[in-house]
DNA sequence: AAGCAACTTGCACACGTTTGCAACGCGTGT
DNA sequence: ACACGCGTTGCAAACGTGTGCAAGTTGCTT
């Protein structure tokens, strides 16, 4: 496609009827582009132009006669309705804008496809776009907005205040997912993280494990607070157990592995390390073993979040907090599509659940053999 | 958003005058939505609306004192363009549809990734679907020329050949990514497979594997026939080795480690598996380790393909072969964009490249340890 | 036969933008 | 003083669609 190029204007009076009885469409030249319009097709059919709308539109009042003469007409010159022209008079892209900061994490690729497949379903679209900083989001929310696109989903930094509120005022609903930012006039889905954080620390305290080492992922995230604010108040409730190190800004595989093996080398041994991804914590799990020499879940523990796919393989076993997916894609799209009148920015809180594999000691095991 | 409701027609006569001084931007009520247009700034900064368009059209002939002007007016009620109605007239909707099969794989993860940025960077949107069979892409094809994309990319299936043959007279170029078919005019881009075949059937020969399992991912897909074709000729020409099994329609761990299990217990026993994927490579791996208490690379080799980011991490080392993510994105976007009148449905064929670690023997181990 | 309701159909305007064309302003050269 | 040219500006016609309104058609009831 040349990018640029100055359109041959066609003279107004151009032939818009097409060969009525030839197989090959007519449709109009521009170009090297061939489109097919409303026009065209009432010509063929001998009917106007709104009959050929009304065909295409759902409840509109078409009789069956003309409704099935558009349709032959229609499907003989391969004729879609423009949705571009659509949008611009119903005032309605049916777009939904999707701005990923988050990639590596497999978590965010089945997030993705989601969201897709079930936009798709409510017939609507998803327009992708790649953006981590808030520069980029910024960036990316002022694209969308051009493209008028009914909301947008934010898997990524928060755009800035004024740019929300400017959403706002134009009626594009924002949901931030598993992000939130006070104040601003956005959705937030997101976990009961404090929640998590003390019930990790509950079964971890359960099994005998006592020195930890808390691993957050970007150090900006709420999330990775919350869960270990929990997680320390159970400490504290329970006068047990003490947290010997932490670790930010941790995020992938690579840099846990590295992480952990610092830290230990570094004197300092903890009987417990909890992540805030299953990456990292596969990183870790891999640097205990294979670096460290370390027996898991024996001499030290580790565990994930958010139940990725190789959590459950056969040689990492991870224990792990599983998310729910679909009940966080489902909270943001009726939130998204809620017209109830409900105060808007809302906040769902979602809660997560532990799943026990191996790398976490039983209560049975303990009780086989019993620590020390 | 309410998702059907007759539009409460604003009245001809509305005032579209923003109110000259206010803060608040004025712009027009519909219901909920507010929407500013290049009315509302011309009117502000006291220009005609040409004017406004000029300023936001970058090669436009403006004066610098109006389109300060604008440019001020239009940073007051922030006013952006609205993309759709500009594609209308300038038939160019700067979208490039992406069609997309593969989930499970994270390799296409990474894909997704390049992909919306270097499109982004290119001034282009995209717009993400999801469908596998040939009747969801269909779908979705139809789907994106209603919505007038420039270009459709296919992670997919390819669509039927009617659909296709549309697309091309519309203008609307179709770009396959690792996928071939014949006679369709879409441009392909695929790896060389019978020489990674080749390759790979060479290097195992080489250290000393004999007996050779060829697991395939989905039946239908030319790629992994070719490669097991190119392994097969070098086995052929060299008058070495057997393949004892094969396996198809494999894909992902799951059915790795239960495939390989099942081969194995049903008495056969290769001395290297050769998969089409990473994932199911792993899977593979996993099974014959733990279940089945085989040694890797020592008695079995397994081999992958795709280089996932979990094909290096230290418990697995698979060896794999690497593909040119850049490379096949670079040939999908130079041959959306190209404009030289080159002969359209093209084939771009890249190579892949093998990457040895740790779960096939080397040259040097064979030496220190000559294989019985 | 006339009246009426229900349904169908076409006209024409609107959506927000780009852009060819003509008009205008202004400086310069003769 | 006038002609000329150049850069800037506004007018108005598109782009392809949806839809309120009024006119037309049909079938039924009285």
Redesign the interface.
Known sequence: ????KT?ARRPATRSRVPLAGARV?GGLR?G????ITSHDVAALAGVSRSAVSRTFTP?ASVSDATRRKVQRAAAQL?Y??????R??I????R?IG?I?GE??N?FY??M??QF??KL?ARDY??????GSSEKDVDDSV??L????V??IVLVSAAPSEELAA?CA???V?LVLLNRERQGLPATSIVLDNAGIGRELAALLLNVGYQRFLLVRGRAQLRAGIERQDGFRSVLNAQRRGQIIGEGTDLVG?AAG?QFIREFVEAGKQPDAVVCSSDLTA??V???L???LGQRVPDDIAVVGFGDI??AS????ELTTVALPLDGMIDAALSD??D?SGADRPRRVVLPGRIIERSTTRTVASIQAAPSR
């Open positions: 496609m040349p990018a640029k359109r469409p521009d090297e582009r061939v489109l409840a391969g879609q309705p423009n949705v571009i022209a949008s611009l119903t005032r309605q892209s777009l999707l990923m990639w590596e497999p690729a089945a993705l496809r897709s497949e798709q679209r998803v327009m992708l776009l790649a002022r694209l907005r051009q493209y008028q009914d909301g400017e005022r134009a009626g609903r595989y592995r596969l990183g799990l891999d640097g073993r294979i670096d796919p190789a393989w056969a040689a990492n998204m599509f017209d």
